[in-house]
């Protein structure tokens, strides 16, 4: 594909947006290192975005169809990787890195990318998940890996897969009244999830309900909500940079995990209720143009990665945010592009890179047409 060509096909919306979220992530990480007195986050996230960068660009040089062939491949390794977590001691009471010296890598960021290629990989011309009994290969293998990441244990990475899985579905054309049955009987085994989830995981749903503003600081994970919402406030409309407003108490500003899950109030701090929309605005934006390749796209393989490349970055952005504002429980989810963390920036990255890679390749049907069926 020559130059020209292949820079008229890029989504520059994606392009420009997610080097506008990395930069305000950078804002909300500097802030955090200020507010802790000690901090060198921010010198290490500029560190891992200049590594990121060109990772996105080199995830848009190799046609997207060839990752076809080698989808089960890295999906099966990313499962491999998921047990290999166990060899290696717990950090903060879970199972959920392998340190490779220079950074402690994550295999559920590389789970999530892998999941969504053997999925497409699966889906693609098939007409037997129209009937629900086709439906039980695809959520054996959402099973499989969401089972995995809760042992470590990792509740917010693992309610990721199943949205994808039905945005995924809905793409490849599933029923709607099969996926609504579905997820009917989900909701029926919520009590059963309930008695499956650590104490830990129990507290912070319980903490969504129990949640106050007024009284004495809640203790626990109470502590980390009333917190968030405390430094959210704080920023008022037009935030501190603009304002120059500034409290006496510095335990105000204490805001545990800020700079990685919390990133989105430091950020609401620093630019107030005016940069959190800009924020959430530059989301929809990319999530829009994402739906729109996946919709220009011919080719069934590119667009059920894009479709849930769009449903796994927006889901994990409104858990993420809710979190923030009392309306999630909270996961222990990174906000993508923002929150620091080497793994989740740098398969966010790839993510957008293949959703690029579709875009300039999207591709021509050479079998059955998919996506559209009768209505028998």
Same mark, same amino acid.
């Given at each position: 594909m020559r130059l020209r060509e292949w820079t008229c096909r890029v989504p520059w919306t994606i392009v420009i947006g997610a080097l506008c979220l990395m930069l305000i992530g950078l804002t909300g990480i500097q802030r955090g290192d200020e507010l802790s007195k000690a901090g060198t986050f921010f010198g290490r996230q500029t560190t891992w975005i200049a590594i990121s960068i060109p990772a996105m660009l080199a995830a848009t040089l190799i046609p997207y169809s060839r990752l076809r062939t080698y989808s089960y491949a890295v999906f099966a390794v990313s499962l491999l990787l998921l047990l290999a977590v166990y060899f290696f001691p717990a950090k903060n009471g879970a199972h959920r890195w392998i340190p490779l010296g220079f950074m402690n890598f994550q295999p559920s960021e590389l789970a999530k990318i892998a999941y969504i290629l053997a999925l497409a990989h699966y889906l693609m011309y098939r007409q037997n998940y129209r009937r629900l009994t086709g439906l039980v290969v695809?959520? /054996? !293998?959402? !099973?499989?890996? /969401?089972?995995? +990441? *809760?042992?470590?244990?990792? *509740?917010?990475?693992? $309610? $990721?897969? *199943?949205? =994808? $899985?039905?945005?995924? !579905?809905?793409?490849?054309?599933?029923? *709607?009244?099969?996926?609504?049955? +579905?997820? =009917?009987l989900g909701l029926a085994m919520l009590p059963l999830l309930w008695l499956g989830m650590s104490a830990e995981q129990k507290s912070r749903v319980v903490t969504l309900f129990a949640q106050s503003d007024n009284g004495p600081t809640p203790k626990g994970d109470g502590y980390h909500l009333h917190q968030s919402k405390t430094v959210l406030g704080l920023g008022g409309i037009w935030g501190s940079e603009i304002t120059g407003m500034a409290f006496d108490d510095p335990a105000a500003y204490h805001l545990p995990a800020g700079r990685t899950d919390f990133v989105f109030s430091l950020i609401g701090e620093r630019w107030g209720l005016i940069g959190c929309l800009c924020v959430l605005l530059l989301y929809v934006v990319i999530f829009g143009r994402g739906l729109m390749i996946a919709a220009a796209t011919r080719e069934p393989f590119g667009r059920l990665i894009a479709v849930g490349i769009v449903a796994l970055l927006a889901t994990q952005t409104v858990i993420n945010a809710g979190m923030t504002v009392g309306l999630m429980p909270i996961t222990g989810m990174t906000l993508p592009l923002l929150s620091y963390g080497g793994s989740s920036l740098l398969s966010t990255c790839v993510a957008f890179g293949l959703l690029i890679n579709i875009a300039i390749r999207p591709g021509y049907e050479v079998s059955p047409e998919p996506f559209r069926f009768g209505s028998s």
């Open positions: 695809p959520f /054996v !293998l959402t !099973l499989i890996p /969401v089972g995995l +990441i *809760l042992r470590e244990p990792d *509740l917010g990475t693992s $309610l $990721l897969f *199943l949205p =994808v $899985l039905f945005a995924m !579905l809905f793409a490849a054309g599933a029923r *709607l009244r099969h996926l609504a049955t +579905i997820a =009917v």
